[in-house]
């Protein structure tokens, strides 16, 4: 297992990301339902932002997120494998929905480290 940096997980060092992703999540939505082109850029910037978030935690020296035999302790269950199909078809509307179900689901695991650290 890939451990989690736990003086990097303050809630006050993590909660920008939250932040800065429900500004993007919102226009990711609207440019999804006024079909304008722009939610595959918007989703990039999405997936840069889970990825630097993730790295930014974790004890590793990677730039990008990478899939390996170990799992990131930060990632919820499937985290890796629904994080990389997100990556492989960022313009979809689904795949809007289970990063935003990702960025959701690790608020909570970070939460939760946070106590037992």
């Given at each position: 297992m890939i451990p989690v940096k736990k003086e990097a997980i303050s809630k006050e060092l993590i909660e920008p990301y939250f932040e800065r992703w429900e500004r993007l999540s919102d226009q990711i939505f609207h440019?999804?339902?006024?079909?304008?082109?722009?939610?595959?850029?918007?989703?990039?910037?999405?997936?840069?932002?889970f990825e630097e978030l993730?790295?930014?935690?974790?004890?590793?020296?990677?730039?990008?997120?990478?899939?390996?035999?170990?799992e990131y302790e930060v990632f919820p269950i499937?985290?890796?494998?629904?994080?990389?199909?997100i990556k492989a078809r960022p313009a979809q509307y689904a795949c809007f929905r289970q990063l935003d179900e990702l960025f959701k689901e690790i608020k909570k695991r970070y939460a939760r480290l946070r106590i037992k650290a």
């Open positions: 440019a999804h339902d006024e079909r304008n082109g722009e939610a595959k850029s918007l989703m990039e910037e999405g997936i840069a932002l993730v790295l930014n935690t974790s004890l590793v020296e990677q730039t990008s997120l990478i899939q390996t035999n170990e499937n985290g890796m494998e629904r994080f990389l199909f």
